[in-house]
């Protein structure tokens, strides 16, 4: 299982995450989806595509950029992780637990 949390709240939790390049992806439907806001951050990535990102709103304070999804994969191989959210290390604290 792993979970993500941020100022108190519970992010994501999932078990059934796709792990690609160290970074965990959480299928959507393991978001709070309550406590994310799009942002109008893009980057590219030559493999996946272009990623769309997510803001998180705790206790009225906006977090920006926390995670990332891709929308529309690019390749066969990101195909397993379209859609599927991945959450910056250095924004959010990410557990694993058996």
Known sequence: MVKV??????????????QVEGNHYFPPSALDSSLFTKSDTKTHCGWKGEASYYNANIDGKTYADVAWYYPQTITDRAKPVENYVAFYKNKVNISEAD
């Open 5 to 18: 949390t941020l100022g108190g709240a519970t992010l994501a939790t999932s078990d059934q995450t796709i």
